[in-house]
């Protein structure tokens, strides 16, 4: 089972520099509700180790590069290296995630289908595999 889907956003270039684009419902398959970027990370720094009861993410690195890990507590573990502004991954909800290997200048939007709810967060990850493992 796939945890995350790495999309090519359209890109259209220029000699006055690239314009990418994308589009609740074509690119982006949810209603957005909240945009937010996460940038001047310290080297050795992580974000994320959280997973989402409901809400999906669609992740793009805006600027620089960085590393998405997944897993969904049974075993199974992708990570995708970010790296251009025009390629976005599509995060299933239930899935663990954290985010590492922030390059200098890193911007990473997020682009969320719902609006922030603390209820909707597991951020402890024995209580995800426990979840995970009552879920079959």
């Known amino acids: 089972m796939k945890l995350a889907t790495l999309i090519d956003l ?12 994308v589009t609740e ?21 992580s974000r994320g180790g959280h997973a989402h009861k409901r809400l999906q993410q669609f992740v793009v690195a805006l600027s620089g590069s960085f ?9 199974n573990v992708e990570s995708y290296h970010l790296n251009h502004p025009y390629q ?3 995060i299933k909800n239930m899935v663990w995630r954290t985010i590492d290997d922030f390059s200098s200048g890193a911007v ?3 682009l969320a289908s719902d609006p922030f709810d603390e ?15 009552e879920s079959h």
């Open 25 to 45: 419902g074509v690119e982006v398959p949810f209603s957005i509700s909240r945009a937010y970027w996460v940038y001047d990370v310290p080297g050795g720094e």
């Open 88 to 90: 976005g991954l599509l």
């Open 10 to 21: 359209p890109k259209i270039t220029d000699p006055r520099g690239n314009l990418t684009v």
């Open 119 to 133: 209820d909707d967060y597991i951020r402890n990850y024995e209580e995800y595999q426990l979840s995970q493992s």
């Open 108 to 110: 990473c939007l997020v």
């Open 67 to 75: 590393t998405v890990n997944l897993c969904d507590g049974k075993g």
